[in-house]
């Protein structure tokens, strides 16, 4: 019963919620905001689009309070690079990254994850070989392999399995 | 509008430093678009806008509205989503569009094509599938 009428519970969720704060909390909204949300998410089923199952809610909270943090610290190490002008030139290249994770939805995520970090840009994705090509703006003397793995492929392979 | 003068003066003072440190992030975004040399680099700069930027800028607009109109207004959160979202979209495209050209004219700057089958990518031995 509950499968026919949400099949896709988060979606309507998130549509709930953004009816809600595109036009403000009322008990009418609310309402107008529910059936749009099951209406619209029974016509996504007819797509048929994979389904996405979050595992582990834990790596989700993780991964959340980690991106901010490090989102501050590259803008804030971009600024700089680029502030300090042809004093400060640091050695950019590209980053071959072989990936464990396949799931279509995890991938989407790291896409966002690598692009709203600035220094890094997500330029090729190889789906036959599985390898991720980066540019990073300094490379430093980090490993952007290990760095890249198991600060966010681990916890995206734990909530997408 | 409401009067703005009803703004407690903290509340004035967070809203101009988040509205100046977006602004400023972005400016610098646009400088970075500038000054980098390669078109690799300069794909970089503009994310400075898209992240902080602009969430300096929406977070400052929702502390603002909410304490003139004394309910939450948080539809700025739906900005920074579709902009966390579609920006990824962009900028793929704009990078496989140089990668291709790049590779077309045979540029010296690129790392080692992928050719499909088990074709040898580079030094690192955790590389093989």
Sequence with gaps: MMRSVLPYPLLALSLLVMWILLNGLSVGQLLLGGVVAVAASAVMAQLKPAKPRLRNWRAVMRLALILPVDIFRSNMAVSRQIL????????????????????????????????????????????????LLLHVLDLGSEDWIKLIKTRYEQ??????G | MTDMADLPIWAALLVAFLVLLG?????????????????????????????????????????FFSMLETRPVLHEVL???????????????????????????????????????PANAGPDPSQGD
């Design chain 1, 155 to 160: 916890p995206l392979m734990e909530i997408f």
């Design chain 2, 79 to 117: 900005i920074s989503v579709f902009i966390t979202v579609t920006t990824p979209v962009t900028l793929m495209l704009l990078a496989r569009a140089a990668l291709y050209r790049d590779r077309a004219e045979g540029a010296e700057c690129l790392p080692v094509r992928h050719e499909v089958g």
């Design chain 1, 84 to 131: 300090a002008g042809t004093g400060g030139r640091k050695i950019s290249g590209f980053v071959a990254i072989p990936l464990a994770l396949r799931d279509r939805t995890g991938l989407a995520i790291l896409a966002c994850i690598i692009t709203s970090t600035p220094g890094t840009a997500w330029v090729e994705y190889d789906s036959n070989r599985n390898t």
């Design chain 2, 23 to 63: 602004a400023v992030l972005t400016l610098i975004g646009a400088v970075g678009l500038l000054r980098l040399r390669s078109f690799y680099e300069r794909v970089h700069a503009p994310t400075l806008g898209t992240t902080f930027g602009a969430g300096g800028i929406l977070v400052a607009s929702m502390i």
